[in-house]
């Protein structure tokens, strides 16, 4: 009994982490950026179309040109 129960488990695991990344690879087909942590956003800012923003204490340099630019102090 015990080993039917965690082979239903591992496979309700396996199944739960597939569909999540799934989830996340084809929103749409587009691929999904990354933000980055970084200890200083000083060459970030000096991009084209970038905007240093403060949100919920924490600092973030956003792209909306280049999203590949996202990133968060900390």
């Known amino acids: 009994m015990t080993e039917a129960r965690s082979a239903r488990s591992s496979e309700r695991r396996r199944a739960e982490s597939n569909s999540e990344t799934m989830c996340c690879a084809s929103v749409s087909g587009l691929h999904r950026t990354r933000m980055k942590v970084r200890s200083s956003l000083k060459s970030l800012k000096n991009q084209p179309g ?19 630019f996202k990133a968060r102090q900390g």
């Open 50 to 68: 970038s905007q240093v923003v403060r949100r919920r204490g924490r600092i973030y340099g956003i792209n909306k040109q280049n999203p590949r």
